[in-house]
């Protein structure tokens, strides 16, 4: 998926805060919507990462018209390091974006205006991959040395946790974003992706063995979009139709992921085909795991879910204070 940190709040959160909080943004606010000369509505979206198979949807969509079917031109935007889409969509520079579950539930715990509309993959690529045939579960990482980025040991720390470890019963070991130290034999097992680091691991002919986070204790949802609290007030038909044609878009995706890869080789042909192609199948299982590819079954989102998504970041204290469903989310029907 994607070689990114994995945090409640990207690098520049503290300080995006001050500025989204305080409103001393400059930047245009994109929930006052106008018509272009097309007769379409101009909106963005920030993605989390580059350009690649965990948005194939959206470019899907894109593709096939089904955003200027809704009436929307719609200007879908890579992040990066660096790039939060938390500031950029609640100072109203972009309408939508894209980011983890942690980091939503972290950023409205800090009265940051910005509200969860639909989880993209309804379990989490997150886990713990290694090399090791020995490890099969979590309990045989007891003992064992854990690469991760220092942001993601609460990761580690609720997995863990499922099987009745915590992180005293391991070595963490801080790591960057490649793989080389798992391949060199410097750690253990560490954080990954299952449709990112398991696969290119299987490219070099190194078997993975991988502890997925949703088996595993660490229950989130996987690339949940947002947008700004005052668009739900002000435009909520626009939140409507661009989530039914993003439906379209992951289902067309899903149905022909060949047809996806082309698309956004075309856009950014760094990709490597066959890599993108086997973790775009991946993700498809994640974005509908029963394979009943329909608008019903994609973005979904359980309140109860979210209910235990909130306690697991309370407990391993990552967030200071409760907050609740209804301030973290809106329901809507498109």
Known sequence: MKQKITTTVQL??????????????????????????ENLIPI??????????????????QKMGYYKEEGLKVDI?????????VQLVASGEDTFGVIDSVSLINAVSHDIPIVGLAATFQRTALGIVTIDPKIKKMEDLKDK????????????????????LS???????????????LIEGKVDAQIAYISDQTVRLSKIGKKPYFLAGYENGYNFYGN???TKKQLI?????????FLRATSKGWIEACNKPEMAIKILLDINNDLERESQLEGLNILCNLAFPNNQKSSENWGKMDNEFWKKSIELLRRV??????????ELIKQVNY
């Open 317 to 326: 204290r990552k967030i200071d204070k409760p907050i609740t469903v209804n």
């Open 233 to 241: 007030n002000k435009n909520e038909d626009i939140i409507i139709k």
């Open 224 to 226: 949940v979009i947002i």
């Open 12 to 37: 520049c959160f503290i300080f995006s805060m001050f500025f989204i909080v305080s409103g001393l943004s400059a930047k245009p606010d994109n929930n006052t919507i106008t018509e272009t000369s």
């Open 44 to 61: 963005s979206v920030r993605l989390p990462w580059i350009i690649n198979n965990e948005s194939a949807g959206m470019f899907v969509a």
């Open 145 to 164: 040395r854990i690469g991760r980025q220092p942001v993601q040991e609460f990761i580690v720390e609720i997995m863990l946790s499922s099987a009745n």
């Open 167 to 181: 992180l005293m019963d391991v070595k963490g070991v801080s790591i960057g974003f490649d793989l080389a130290p």
């Open 77 to 85: 935007k890579p992040g990066g390091l660096g790039i939060d889409p």
